[in-house]
């Protein structure tokens, strides 16, 4: 959905600014079926990792358009796996947050396709230094670039931003299953907010509190 939405989005912004043209739907469609073909490869090398479960907090930073992926990427490990996550752009986070860097803390970094590229790179490997584990996800990438490296199939320039999400959708439903929560559900908030006085919700959209514990909304 996060997808179809964006593409939506993106193509109403280039039609609009004039960017669009007759090769922009096949250049994407060519892009997203090379995703599909590395989904499995993907799952295969998050399994494999133990970057999912290094530590309980992460930081996602991105830069330009993948900012989007970014905050998405929060909401998804905040609701999906439940965990608390923080999301900035890799320049804010560069002016002030980056004290926060311990060993173990997890960091995923966007890598734009053109954007402050090289000092972003120096960026995770500085923070790998200082023994953060490090997840990366943009074109090119090398494997030793980061802990996690997923090395995305070429988008058009401005696009990245359509399919770097989804290796972050990949690891949260990971970490779901790691913490032992249901990724397909939420325990407090209702699928339509009707007002904005306290969490535990019992209408007929949210879920109600039975014997101390939350009920599922299935």
């Known amino acids: 959905m996060y997808t179809a939405l964006a593409m939506a989005s993106g193509r109403r ?13 096949a250049s994407l469609t060519e892009s997203l079926l090379s995703v599909e073909q590395n989904l499995d490869l993907w799952r295969e090398k998050i399994e494999a990792s133990d970057w999912t479960s290094s530590s309980p907090s992460v930081y996602f930073l991105a830069r330009g358009a993948s900012l989007a992926s970014c905050h998405e990427a929060r909401l998804l490990w905040e609701e999906a796996a439940k965990a608390p996550a923080t999301a900035m752009s890799t320049g804010g986070f560069r002016h002030g947050p980056q004290e926060i860097v311990y060993p173990g803390l997890r960091f995923c970094l966007w890598l734009d396709q053109h954007l402050l590229r090289a000092e972003d790179l120096e960026v995770a490997k500085d923070l790998r230094r200082l023994g953060a ?15 996690l490296v997923f090395s995305l199939p070429i988008s058009p320039r401005g696009w990245q931003f359509l399919i770097d999400v989804i290796p972050a959708q990949i690891a949260a439903e990971r970490l779901s299953r790691l913490r032992g929560v249901d990724c397909d559900s939420l325990r407090f908030c209702p699928y339509i907010v009707e007002n904005e006085g306290g969490i535990i919700q019992d209408n007929k959209y949210g879920q109600q509190l039975h014997g101390g ?6």
């Open 133 to 147: 584990a490090v997840m990366l996800i943009g074109e090119g990438l090398p494997d030793d670039a980061g802990d």
């Open 213 to 218: 514990e939350v009920g599922s909304r299935r």
């Open 13 to 25: 912004a280039s039609a609009t600014a004039g960017n669009m043209d007759s090769s922009l739907g």
